[in-house]
């Protein structure tokens, strides 16, 4: 089970920082990402770990804003963002996958948390 924490509502320009808990399982052994979603449109890729945090991939809308990181020790995983627009408002979501490889695709992932509000007022 994946547990995300760590939404509010930030003025442009602020930063916030994303939690993800795992429990029942290790997710050591798992690449993790964060994938965000707007009401109406897809869900799309935010940015992404290896299982053995030699790789982080990010979508080019964060890149340079955004960080990922993770504890294995703890079993979480984080985002922290910084310089957070408008258009960065959405419902953040953490997720794992078993599969190697392909650390930027959405349907690779197995394992949801519920989501996390991200508001960013201008």
């Known amino acids: 089970q994946l547990q995300a924490s760590g939404g509010g509502l930030v003025q442009a320009g602020g930063s916030l920082r994303l939690s993800c808990a795992a429990s029942?399982?290790?997710?050591?052994?798992?690449?993790m990402g964060w994938f965000r979603q707007d009401p109406g449109k897809e869900r799309e890729f935010v940015a992404a770990?290896?299982?053995?945090?030699?790789?982080?991939y990010y979508a080019d809308s964060v890149k340079g804003r955004f960080t990922i990181s993770r504890d294995s020790a703890e079993n979480t995983m984080y985002l922290q963002m910084n310089s957070l627009k408008p258009e960065d408002t959405a419902v953040y979501y953490c997720?794992?996958?078993?599969?190697?490889?392909?650390?930027?695709?959405?349907?690779?992932?197995?394992?949801w948390g519920q989501g996390t509000q991200v508001t960013v007022s201008s």
């Open positions: 997720a794992a996958k078993s599969r190697p490889g392909g650390l930027g695709f959405r349907s690779l992932y197995g394992y």
């Open positions: 029942g399982r290790t997710f050591s052994s798992y690449d």
């Open positions: 770990v290896s299982r053995n945090r030699d790789s982080t």
